[in-house]
């Protein structure tokens, strides 16, 4: 079992900045893949980021050159480096790791708990 543990979330004025943080802990023998996704009231889960190990980052349209997501594979954390914030980035933001726990096994989606992001004046 992975456990996933999302931080940084909060209040910020439109044009400010956040920064979130997910540590994967648990039976972790490889993550291909982490990313950030988020779900705003009414709305669908939507992918925001996603970074595989060693490989380049993918963003969705609406938030390429504002926000940068970046790993440290030996610790298993993400970041979400968010600048440039608008209110339609407000939303529930989850952490989400594709992971492998022992060596033959397939990997499974883990998702974290969630944390609020609200862009508002």
């Known amino acids: 079992q992975v456990q996933l543990v999302e931080s940084g979330g909060g209040l910020v004025q439109p044009g400010g900045s956040l920064r979130l943080s997910c540590a994967a802990s648990?039976?972790?023998?490889?993550?291909?893949?982490m990313g950030w996704y988020r779900q705003a009231p009414g709305k669908q889960r939507e992918p925001v980021a996603v970074i595989r190990s060693g490989g380049t980052p993918n963003y969705a349209d609406s938030v390429k050159g504002r926000f940068t997501i970046s790993r440290d594979n030996a610790k298993n954390l993400v970041y979400l480096q968010m600048n440039s914030l608008k209110p339609e980035d407000t939303a529930v933001y989850y952490c989400?790791?594709?992971?492998?726990?022992?060596?033959?096994?397939?990997?499974?989606?883990?998702w974290g708990q969630g944390t609020q992001v609200t862009v508002s004046s």
């Open positions: 648990g039976s972790i023998f490889s993550i291909p893949a």
């Open positions: 989400n790791a594709v992971a492998v726990a022992s060596p033959g096994m397939g990997s499974l989606a883990y």
